[in-house]
């Protein structure tokens, strides 16, 4: 068994080799990709049935685009929440944690300016989810993924202590849905995990749906 330190170096090189293989990705390669993925998802069942919705705005070249994705959501009716990175300490939580604020409609999408350290599309405030713990579905973005439905991160923990969080308070959590350009499959299936790493519920690629339940 692998040490605390050295999953932490082997994630750290597998960040750098998936980095620099999605680097390469066409923009051609990347709207066919994220088009393919939205018409898997929208197939799922898990989505189908998911009325409250939380995703993500993709970082520019590195991710699947989700704008169409969201767009959909708000086609379907379904609630929208987008994550906010917060830096200001509150009882609980990491200096540096995540919220899932509700984001109305779609043109309060289109407003989004780059927020915070990171400079990301970010909604600035909104009904939080963490205070209802209804969300049915977190669609999750990642660096790698295995069809073992195992995620690696960005590395800030972010989503890990936001999962925690929200399962300590809750006793439960939404389903979890990984979206995955086909670049960000690991070819030998190892992604190196740690005891908080949360194991996703699905994946979905352009060419496969990866899940843990059959039928969905």
């Known amino acids: 068994m692998l040490s605390r330190e050295a999953i932490k170096v082997a994630k750290k090189l597998l960040r750098v080799k998936i980095k620099h293989k999605l680097a ?9 990709q994220s088009q393919e993925i939205l018409d898997r998802l929208v197939q799922s069942p898990i ?14 070249d590195l991710e699947v685009k989700t704008l169409p994705i969201i767009q959909e959501c708000y086609n379907q009716k379904k609630e929208v929440y987008l994550p906010r990175c917060n830096t200001i300490s509150v009882p609980n939580r990491k200096r540096n944690y995540l ?15 780059p927020q915070g350290k990171y400079q990301l599309l970010e909604p600035i405030e909104g009904k939080d989810a963490l205070d209802s713990g209804d969300l049915d579905l977190i669609l999750m973005p990642g660096v790698a993924f295995n069809q073992q439905r195992e995620r690696l991160g960005h590395g800030a923990g972010f989503y ?29 299936g190892l992604i190196p995990v740690e005891l908080h790493d949360f194991k996703l519920d ?10 843990k339940i059959e039928g969905i």
């Open 99 to 113: 919220s899932m604020l509700n984001v109305p409609t779609f043109q309060d999408i289109l407003e989004l300016r």
């Open 202 to 211: 699905q994946i979905i690629t352009p060419s496969n749906t990866f899940t």
């Open 24 to 32: 390469t990705i066409s923009q051609e390669s990347l709207s066919q």
């Open 160 to 188: 890990d202590e936001y999962l925690y969080t929200y399962k300590t308070k809750w006793e439960h959590l939404p389903l979890l849905v990984g979206l995955a350009l086909e670049e960000q499959i690991t070819t030998n």
């Open 47 to 60: 989505f189908k049935n998911a009325q409250k919705v939380a995703l993500f705005m993709n970082m520019p």
